[in-house]
T-cell receptor, first 112, second 115 residues
Framework: SQKIEQNSEALNIQEGKTATLTCNYT??????LQWYRQDPGRGPVFLLL???NEKEKRKERLKVTFDTTLKQSLFHITASQPADSATYLC???????????WGAGTKLIIKP | GAGVSQSPSNKVTEKGKDVELRCDPI?????LYWYRQSLGQGLEFLIY????????KSGLPSDRFSAERTGGSVSTLTIQRTQQEDSAVYLC?????????????FGPGTRLTVL
């Protein structure tokens, strides 16, 4: 079955630097891959979706890449700010299916 | 407009008791999802509604879990004879049509603690 791996250790980044988070998956490539942000005590909030035929997607300071050869997605936050501190989750949407398979998330801490 | 709301925000119950968790989706959203999130784990899919019907109940962990949705709106997740392993945050999400690329909007969750 499909599994998703995200670094369980918190990532500490200095304010202003680029933060890069990794999402690795096993087995076959999904049709879509999504990234969400989750703050403590809140539900996840959708950030970006990237399709399997897209290499890169950008939204403001956010950039997502999708490498089906490496079975990996990278999530970048440029010019990071303390307000970017949160847990970031990746989720895979399998083809012709509404069901998302979720990673456990990586906690990002941006230090001023 | 209002987002997805869930109630209660916290529920502490004794082992063996039944609990009901409520979800109010965004008005007009036809698709509704229930997930469970345990500490350090990814979200676990429980059930999906399209309108009032649930085409996929495969994620429900056991027959102690059931869910219904009425009027294409409010949904209730019921856990009977709760066990300690049921302790988790239960999240509800809704999307406009349930189409694969629709954004899912999440509620704040209900934190369930079974003593």
């Amino acid at each position: 079955s499909q599994k998703i791996e995200q670094n369980s250790e918190a990532l500490n980044i200095q304010e202003g630097k680029t933060a890069t988070l990794t999402c690795n998956y096993t087995n076959y490539s999904p049709a879509y891959l999504q990234w969400y942000r989750q703050d403590p005590g809140r539900g996840p909030v959708f950030l970006l979706l990237i399709r399997e035929n897209e290499k890169e997607k950008r939204k403001e300071r956010l950039k997502v890449t999708f490498d089906t050869t490496l079975k990996q997605s990278l999530f970048h936050i440029t010019a990071s700010q303390p307000a970017d501190s949160a847990t970031y989750l990746c989720a895979l949407l399998m083809d012709s299916n509404y069901q998302l398979i979720w990673g456990a998330g990586t906690k990002l801490i941006i230090k001023p | 407009g209002a987002g997805v709301s869930q109630s209660p925000s916290n529920k502490v119950t004794e082992k063996g008791k039944d609990v009901e968790l409520r979800c109010d989706p965004i008005s007009g959203h036809t698709a509704l999802y229930w997930y469970r999130q345990s500490l350090g784990q990814g979200l676990e899919f429980l059930i999906y509604f399209q309108g009032n019907s649930a085409p996929d109940k495969s994620g429900l962990p056991s027959d102690r879990f059931s869910a219904e949705r009425t009027g294409g709106s409010v949904s209730t997740l019921t856990i009977q004879r709760t066990q300690q392993e049921d302790s988790a945050v239960y999240l509800c999400a809704s999307s406009r049509s349930g189409w694969a690329t629709d954004t899912q909007y999440f509620g704040p969750g209900t934190r369930l603690t079974v003593l």
